[in-house]
Nanobody
Framework: QLQLVESGGGLVQPGGSLKLSCAASEFNPDWHAIGWFRQAPGREREAVSCISINDGNTYYADSVKGRFTISRDNAEKTVSMQMNSLKPEDAGVYYC????????????????????????WGRGILVTVSS
């Protein structure tokens, strides 16, 4: 069973940067898409970004475009997300998740990153943006 472990969270001031990493126990064709989601207290979990493990194509939520960058290192079985110009509204628990090829295709076709289509989830890591 695929296991995902997030790291890199912490406290940062508004305008600062953090880099999150998601280490996977394996990369194989069953897990085509790795996505990042976040959940703030009292709010629903929302999509942040996603990357295709095969070709590196990416998806970003409008709220993070131009500030966050997702990347993958297939040799290290790691997906990272560089977060710059952080805002207080970026705070929350960040989760990485893996989904099959159908998940990626659906994302591209609809422009929506559907968390319900992801099958494996990490336990999450806290990001706090505060002065």
């Amino acid at each position: 069973q695929l296991q995902l472990v997030e790291s890199g969270g912490g406290l940062v001031q508004p305008g600062g940067s953090l880099k999150l990493s998601c280490a996977a126990s394996e990369f194989n064709p069953d897990w085509h898409a790795i996505g990042w989601f976040r959940q703030a207290p009292g709010r629903e979990r929302e999509a942040v970004s996603c990357i295709s493990i095969n070709d590196g194509n990416t998806y970003y939520a409008d709220s993070v475009k131009g500030r966050f960058t997702i990347s993958r290192d297939n040799a290290e079985k790691t997906v990272s997300m560089q977060m710059n110009s952080l805002k207080p509204e970026d705070a929350g628990v960040y989760y990485c998740a893996a989904g099959p090829l159908a998940t990626w295709i659906n994302t591209i076709m609809t422009g929506i990153l559907d968390l319900n289509s992801f099958d494996a989830w990490g336990r999450g890591i806290l990001v706090t943006v505060s002065s």
